[in-house]
Structure formats: structure tokens, C-alpha cells
């Protein structure tokens, strides 16, 4: 292996006439692109393939995915987005992006493009899994309690025999939700509101 010196090295730089080969493990250390599509090609650093688009970051320009400053000028390891040429991130972020996102649900962070994103990265050597089930920052239920309504009286004394948390489907307990954020919630009677009022608003709104 050209970057560990070790024996071993199965991976050799396509190439013609280069008889650099490397291990898997070590080609991102030593700047290696390997193609995770047919035909499952790799290169070492003098002959990988780079991004065809001319442009660099404006001072300051932040990774989309972490946030943190990219380099000032397009390399290895700083990446862009060919489709909008605005999107800046660092390769080990947008890898992780694409692991957790997988090959249905990747697209560029800001632009939102899919297709040509997927093709440029998958050409930078950046593997995507291709599998059917969504991201995985949507499972384990993660957004369930968007889903949850609220359930209790915010008035500032809460006249219900029952309690805050208990309501009856219709009458004077009947729990209203505010008509405008629905993150607040009234007993009828505990606001003074008749029975024939279907609609209330929270003092924030």
C-alpha cells in the first residue's frame, strides 16, 4: 500500500500505466477516490476524478451539514453541489449525510436537487447505500409528538372537578385549543365561554 507501506494492498488506481494500489481503509487517508457504481473503479490522488465546476466559497462560507467554515477554495476534502454551485460541505459530512439518508432520500442541502447531486457524489467516490426503508433520522418514531395534541387546561385557575388533564367531549368542560397556535388549551367554563362559542384564542395570540 502506497500510504501505509503495509502488504495487502487489493486496491489498484485504474488508471492506465499506474501502478499505485492502496488499501480500502487507507484510501481516504491518503486523498484515494473509490466509485461505490459499476464498475467499481479507484484512484489515487493524481489521477481522481475532481468536481468540473470552477467556483470557490466566499469568505466564510459554512459546511450546510456541520455548520463549521469550509476551506477557501474547492479540494479533496471541501466539496460543492454541481447543480445549484452554491452549496458548500466538507466530504466527511456530506458522507454521513448520504449513509443516514440513503440513495431514495439524498439531495443537495440547500437546492434540493437529487439527481445530478446523487451522480456528481457517487462520481466523487462517496458511497451511498441503496436501500428501501426511509432516513434513518425518521425512525424509531422521532416525530411522533408532532402528531400529539394537546391535551390540558392552561387557564391561570382551572375550575374542573377533574383536573387540568380531564375534559368532557361537549358542554362547559369541553377543552378548546386555541384557534391560532393550538399549543394552548381552555375548559369553557374556566374562561367564561358559552357553549355556543366554538372558537377561542390564547392571550399570546
Known amino acids: 500500500c502506497f500510504i501505509c507501506g503495509q502488504s495487502g494492498a487489493t486496491i489498484a488506481c485504474c488508471e492506465t500505466d499506474c501502478d499505485l494500489s492502496f488499501h480500502l481503509p487507507c484510501a481516504k487517508q491518503g486523498g484515494c477516490v473509490t466509485q461505490f457504481i459499476r464498475p467499481f473503479r479507484s ?6 476524478p475532481e468536481q468540473a465546476v470552477e467556483v470557490t466559497p466566499e469568505p466564510g462560507t459554512e459546511c450546510l451539514v456541520c455548520m463549521e467554515p469550509v476551506e477557501d477554495r474547492k479540494t479533496f476534502n471541501t466539496m460543492m453541489c454541481p ?18 439518508a440513503g440513495f431514495l432520500s439524498l439531495q443537495c442541502p440547500l437546492c434540493r436537487n437529487s439527481d445530478t447531486f ?28 408532532l402528531g400529539e395534541r394537546h391535551r390540558h387546561c392552561d387557564a391561570s385557575e382551572c375550575l374542573f372537578p377533574g383536573g387540568r388533564e380531564e375534559a368532557e367531549e361537549e358542554g362547559q368542560w369541553e377543552l378548546l385549543l386555541c384557534s391560532s397556535c393550538a399549543a394552548e388549551g381552555t375548559h369553557r367554563y374556566c374562561c367564561g365561554l358559552r357553549d355556543s362559542i366554538t372558537s377561542w384564542e390564547c392571550d399570546n395570540c
Open 43 to 48: 484512484f489515487c490522488p493524481a489521477h481522481r
Open 83 to 100: 447543480a445549484c454551485k452554491t452549496a458548500w460541505f466538507h466530504r466527511g459530512c456530506i458522507q454521513g449525510q448520504a449513509l443516514h
Open 118 to 145: 446523487v451522480m456528481d457524489l457517487f462520481t466523487m467516490g462517496i458511497r451511498i447505500p441503496f436501500r428501501l426503508v426511509p432516513p434513518s433520522w425518521e425512525g424509531f418514531n422521532a416525530f411522533a409528538e
